[in-house]
């Protein structure tokens, strides 16, 4: 069966597109992308509205699928439908499960509970170290051998200079990357909170921007000393963006992501609208205006590769506590698109077409993964995305199992209309007002 | 240069193994043996890969089963053993000349 998308705007930054084409899908596979293509019998035209942009399907290299073991805050079918209805077309879940994605049964595991939802690609993420413990390397060619497209110890940075050396020098092997969630542990201590007026106003513990920026520091100065690949998860602090410029400057192989929650929001949530709300609680901490705006900048500048999520589902019992005993995450599949355009496009920080490098075709080459382009030939993965819906969020009718999102109530400016993986329209947004099913 | 045992493998003429040190590995410069020797073993199936008249070669001592299967070090390609008794025969000459003996003494 082929199916023909007619007139939208395809942005396509790795095939050098940014205008109205047609795509033409036939099966699983991106058969042809040009202008006026002809539909045979057997094709089905869709006719794409106006201004909807079809983009190259996006890819969120950050999410915590909790299966297995934490199967009441999300699991991979409804992390995978998350996913889809938030415009993406592959997720990489973090290995942070129990037990620890440290060998290739579990990595199995969750590919065939991905095989079983069949909505988005699902790339796992092996552990650094053996049950994340931080002393043993796992046995990370088992791991990309099982399907595995990088390693990190997320919820924790690698435990030490000398387990990180060996893991960049072991991977560079197989040209994976380390991810690295960068905290050096002593100096955030047990603090909850961003460093500053706010925290202080309200009594809670602070984690300064320099426990993010010192661990980065390390990282890459381990990435030149072994030329091995590493990429900073989740970065929020001025100091890390820093780290990570003097890093490229210097030609070593680092790159960086940046959330949503990081380029949108500032520790002033801490106290208002809501005080002590534990949905403004995730690690590392919502900063301050300077470091907002330093990501901000370091998207505009080219010097951050990739927005991803760190989608981190809670169960509502579970953040419904003091704001100090509340686990640390938001989730975040499906408010990104929206605010990416609101924020970033419609604010006039970036373009289209580098809001596609840094949400499919960046995350597609630091992972190495398929996908990030509309070439002809590749697996259909497409997003179409409504740069124009005005899209208001609510927690409640989400398809993520836990509804911790900071966002709830917002009006924002862009969404997404629908979502293909692998030539199967997995998602339709019913007020999209595509004639697609 | 590959870090990938079967690249390096297919169609050579000899392929000489080393012994891992692992009295001197306290720091896991590798995750496991087993994941050693699964990435880089040598095999009847990677030997496979190599020429049809290859030779296996190995100094010794030799960890059996971690950079090389049994069935691989006592097997028809292994030259071994000729390897090790040649050596003990190379190294008594080398230790002659050196403390001043003569060369056909």
């Known amino acids: 069966m082929k199916r023909l998308l007619k007139n939208g705007r395809v942005v396509d930054p790795a095939n050098g597109r940014d205008g109205v084409f047609d795509v033409l899908i036939d099966g699983d596979r991106i058969a042809r992308v040009a202008s006026d293509i002809a539909a045979d019998a057997d094709t089905t035209v869709v006719y794409v509205p106006s201004g909807f942009i079809v983009a190259p399907g996006l890819i969120d290299m950050h999410v915590h699928l909790r299966e297995p073991g934490q199967e009441h805050k999300e699991t991979v079918a409804t992390g995978t439908a998350a996913a889809v209805a938030g415009g993406f077309t592959a997720v990489a879940c973090m290995p942070n499960t129990n037990p620890v994605n440290d060998n290739a049964g579990v990595t199995d595991y969750i590919l065939k509970k991905a095989a079983e939802a069949n909505l988005a690609r699902v790339y796992p993420i092996g552990a650094v170290s053996r049950g994340q413990q931080g002393e043993q390397l796992a046995d990370i060619a088992e791991l990309r051998d099982a399907g595995c497209v990088a390693i990190t110890d997320d919820g924790h940075p690698v435990a030490t200079a000398m387990l990180m050396r060996r893991a960049l020098e072991y991977t560079r092997m197989f040209d994976m990357p380390v991810i690295e969630h960068c905290e050096e542990q002593t100096l955030k201590g047990e603090g909850v909170a961003h460093e500053g007026m706010h925290a202080s106003a309200l009594g809670l513990r602070g984690i300064p921007g320099e426990a993010e920026s010192i661990m980065a520091l390390r990282d890459i100065s381990l990435a030149e000393l072994t030329g091995g690949r590493v990429h900073i998860a989740h970065m929020s602090a001025r100091q890390t963006l820093d780290a990570v410029r003097y890093g490229k400057s210097r030609g070593v192989r680092v790159t960086c992501e940046v959330t949503p ?13 809501i005080p002590y709300d534990a949905n403004v609680k995730m690690n590392p901490p919502l900063r301050e ?56 496009v419609h604010a006039g920080v970036i373009s ?26 590749a697996p259909a993965d497409i997003s179409v995305l409504a740069p124009d819906m005005t899209v208001t969020i609510s927690a409640a009718s989400m398809r993520s199992k836990s509804k911790n999102t900071p966002f709830d109530g917002w009006r924002l400016r862009g969404g997404v209309a629908a979502t293909i993986v692998g030539g199967r329209v997995v998602y339709v947004n019913e007020s999209g007002h595509l004639p697609m099913r | 240069m590959s870090s990938s045992i079967d690249a390096a493998v297919a169609d050579a003429d000899v392929i000489m193994m080393l012994r891992i040190q692992q009295e001197r590995m306290s720091g896991a410069f590798f995750p496991s043996t087993r994941e050693y020797f699964n990435t880089f073993g040598m095999t009847t199936e990677r030997v496979e890969k190599a020429k049809p008249d290859v030779i296996i070669m190995h100094p010794g001592p030799m960890n059996r089963g971690v950079e090389i299967a049994s069935e691989v070090a006592d097997g028809p390609y292994s030259v071994i053993l000729e390897q090790v008794s040649n050596g003990v025969a190379v190294r008594m000459a080398v230790l002659y000349l050196l403390a001043g003996g003569q060369e056909g003494d």
């Open chain 1, 289 to 344: 205006a300077a470091d907002r705006d330093a990501m901000l900048a370091g998207l505009k500048d080219g010097s951050v590769d990739a927005i991803a999520t760190d989608h981190a589902p809670h169960h509502y019992d579970e953040k419904q506590v003091e704001f100090d005993r509340a686990p640390f995450g938001i989730t975040g599949l499906e408010t990104a698109v929206s605010l990416c355009f609101d924020r970033l």
């Open chain 1, 261 to 273: 929650h990081h380029f949108v929001l500032t520790d002033a949530m801490l106290g208002s609208p």
């Open chain 1, 352 to 377: 289209v077409s580098r809001l596609v490098e840094l949400l499919s075709l960046n995350p597609a080459r630091i992972l190495s993964v398929r996908g990030g382009a509309l070439s002809e030939g």
